[in-house]
């Protein structure tokens, strides 16, 4: 199905979202027609906070918005859903789009398997009636049941599109670039260098596949890093759980910038509790580039200058290999928490490849090394 049929029989002039790789043809439809405008789309920290804009939107003009998002982010709007939108609290009607991952039957990551089997219950026990757009769903299809939807809508209530692998396509090109001149891969590199037998946990995406070659490359043991390989945002509060446990072995934190920003929370609890020994270093290249490049509000914002106000002793920014190595030694030897906002390019090898462990056996291998360390 065109992207663009998709959007007119809906007839929304208003989506707010995070972007997904299943959903690419969308996101990369809206940010030809639109960019990021404050009028018709805003690419949000998290799906919790694009249901509540969305929500804001409709109090604001009345119109009905869409949400867009991967079946992942579901977790997040429970609470807006449940205790905002459904009718029997302020009966706010919206549109979600959702990308299904891990559908039954289609071969998947792992961390989208149990997702994906829950994606419609979880939908349908929220009250929000579903319908899934296929291949080979027809447009005539789709506005019938939008003709049905309407009815629903009218009511305060909510209603949802899944959308399964390559239902969607757009034949627009959008090229997603910044300035930096910084490789993630290469920044790992260092990182590694750094951090020798310290362990690492790795945030979700790219990093942690080019941490897992790293380590391939290298010829060391996967042993020493934990593959946050879903759970996007987490990573830093996984790490700070480590360390406080671990107070005297250095942890250190791979993260990136749409991570952060989903769960910026977990910041201010780091900075509260100080940990001494987690080295936390943010890759930020302002964009959600595992899902395909689409822009986060990181490249707007000063990192170095949250990480302070939240209480971080140390925070610094850096975006060239001698200042990165020079941060990466002052940290391990100043013995406090410190922050690492590294500046980076928008781009991956084509070839680069995924971990061959499975996740259950990359929590064991780390879970020994942790037990075995000081």
Known sequence: MKVEKLVEIIGADFYSGVPDSQLKALCNYLMATYGIDPNHHVIAANEGNCTALAAGYHLATGKVPVVYMQNSGEGNIINPVASLLNDKVYAIPMVFIVGWRGEPGIHDEP?????????????????????????????????????????????????????????????????????????????????????GEDPIVST?????RELFETRVANGQSHKYDFLTVGSMGHSSSIALGVAINKPDTRIWCVDGDGAVLMHMGSMAVLGANKPANLIHVVINNSAHETVGGMPTVAGSIDLVAIAKACGYPNAVCVDNFDDLDKELEAAKARRELSLIEVKCSIGARDDLGRPTTTALENKENFMNYLNSCS
Not at 167 to 192: C, P, Q, T, W
Not at 204 to 208: D, N, R, Y
């Open 111 to 195: 961390q989208h398997i149990y997702q994906g089997e829950v994606t419609v219950k979880l939908l349908e026990d929220m009250d929000i009636a579903t319908f899934a757009i296929g291949k080979e769903t027809t447009d005539e299809e789709v506005e019938a049941k939008m003709a049905e939807f309407r009815e629903i809508l009218a009511k305060g209530k909510d209603v949802a599109f899944v959308i399964r692998k390559g239902a969607l396509s757009f034949d627009g090109k959008v090229e997603y670039k910044n300035d930096n001149k910084m490789i993630r891969e290469e920044i790992i590199r260092h990182i590694v260098k750094a951090s």
């Open 204 to 208: 979700t995406g790219k990093a942690s």
